[in-house]
């Protein structure tokens, strides 16, 4: 049986038969109980009738009008009607409620209870019956299967299994659709992940409802927003970086086979030109390598604490520039952080030249901005977003400039991860100014 909706029905309608089982059987048990209780009470009943009739009604010596007599006398008081038999059988007298309900008749004996007296003689007196008084102030206990206060006899044992059937009956059809509906959205849920896992990576499942089942649900989407997103992003930067082997590789074509038949000095330029293809692919590779590593990292380790002033002042110190500003430690990735302002310092040196200033300023809100400033042609308010966009270049300084394209990518997503983001701002007087701004506290282990 593989439906789960069967199984979870199967195990309630289960359970309630157990639960109706058990309720008959303690059910019947007190039925029971109830029963011999009653018919005790009754016993010590009549016994005390025939005590008292027994020393109250004439010997059976006496006439049999006198008899008579006592015999209403005392059918009255008790309010319950009465017929008095002699020894050999033969009836003395019988009241007029007796005679009247038809209990003088030999079929009607069983609904009749004999009182033998000492003297032979039987009194016959109606079963009880439920809540019909004896005596002013005085009602007999029910009888035996009657339910209290209702004036209607308990259900037999025939009776109470097709109550409890017609009970388990309810209950079964009230589960079917709960278990269903439960079940069908757990269905719904299954459908969506082999059709993700089958290559849909736009499908989504219903996050209706505040159970357990819409928990999962919202989680399985929030997991597929972000495979999906990766998935985009790692098919981008592929199609991305293999466009942009294909410059240098083609370069690297032509020049090798331009050495065989090239002058010395011919030699010398090609050999150049051949490490600045194969560094270009070096860096792309690289670039690409740790892209895909920060895509693909759940979290990094932000707890190192960073001098980014130190940093920014080494980095600088590459490219001939100079660092200034706050002495500040944050907690952070001191590898990716250098990686940053390196790429900064790189793209600030490969269009701006000389003059390139590192400033290292705290915020007001504890924060710090980390700008890398430069008196280049700047970037157009346009472009200030998209420049940090995988593989996006100004047009026409890939040509002039080089680059893959990848570095400012690379700054914003490690701003990112530290919780922070990347900008680009125009310089006063000229140039750009670009700026990482980081929290006071980067949070341990960043999620991406």
């Known amino acids: 049986m593989r439906s789960l909706y069967i199984r979870i029905w199967l195990t309630v309608v289960a359970a309630l038969a157990l639960f109706a089982l058990v309720s008959g059987w303690l059910v019947q048990r007190h ?13 010590e009943r009549v016994a005390a009738w025939a005590d008292l009739l027994q020393a109250t009604l004439p010997p059976a010596t006496a006439p049999a009008a006198e008899q008579a007599q006592a015999l209403m006398e005392w ?4 309010r319950l009607p009465m017929a008095l038999d ?3 059988g033969s009836r003395i007298a019988a009241t007029e ?11 009607a004996r069983e609904r009749l209870r004999a009182i033998r007296l000492d003297d032979g003689r039987t009194l016959w007196v109606p079963r009880l ?3 019909r008084a004896l005596t002013p102030g005085l009602r007999p206990p029910p009888p035996p299967g009657w339910m209290p206060g209702t004036g209607r006899p308990w259900p037999d044992g025939v009776g109470i299994a097709v109550l409890l059937a017609l009970l388990f009956a309810a209950v079964a059809a009230g589960a079917w659709p709960v278990v269903r509906r439960l079940t069908r959205r757990l269905e719904a849920l299954k459908a969506g992940v082999e059709a993700f896992g089958a290559g849909q990576l736009s499908r989504r499942v219903d996050e209706g409802g505040r159970d357990e089942v819409a928990a999962v649900a919202a989680s399985f989407n929030q997991a597929a927003g972000r495979i999906e997103a990766l998935l985009r992003s790692h098919q981008n930067l592929l199609a991305n970086a293999s466009h942009e082997l294909r410059s240098p590789l083609a370069r690297l074509k032509m020049a090798v086979a331009m050495m065989q038949d090239a002058s010395e000095a011919e030699r010398a330029r090609l050999r150049r030109e051949i490490d600045t293809n194969i560094g270009e692919l070096d860096a792309l590779v690289e670039e690409v390598l740790l892209a895909s590593r920060l895509d693909a990292s759940a979290q990094i380790d932000t707890s190192q604490p960073v001098a980014l002033l130190a940093l920014a002042a080494e980095e600088a110190a590459r490219v001939g520039g100079a660092a200034a500003g706050d002495d500040v430690t944050l907690p952070g990735d001191e590898r990716l952080l250098r990686r ?6 790189e793209n600030a040196r490969r269009y701006a030249g000389d003059g390139v200033e590192v400033q290292v300023a705290r915020r007001g809100d504890g924060g710090v901005d980390v700008a890398v400033l430069d008196r280049g042609p700047g970037v157009p308010e346009a472009w200030r977003e998209r420049i940090f966009e995988p593989f996006f270049r100004l047009p026409g300084h890939a040509e002039r400039e080089g680059g893959v394209g990848l570095g400012l990518s690379l700054v914003r997503q490690i701003a990112e991860r530290h919780g922070g983001r990347a900008r680009c701002e125009l310089r006063e007087g000229g140039g750009s100014r670009f700026v990482i701004s980081l929290p006071g506290r980067a949070p341990a282990g960043a999620a991406a």
Do not use: H, K, Y
Not at 97 to 107: H, K, M, Q, S, V
């Open 86 to 88: 002699a020894a050999d």
């Open 31 to 43: 039925l029971e109980d109830q029963r011999e209780r009653n018919e005790r009470v009754v016993q």
């Open 129 to 131: 019956a439920g809540g």
């Open 75 to 78: 059918s009255m008081r008790l």
């Open 340 to 345: 940053a302002v390196r790429n900064l310092l």
């Open 97 to 107: 409620p007796f005679i009247r309900r038809g209990l003088d008749t030999p079929e």
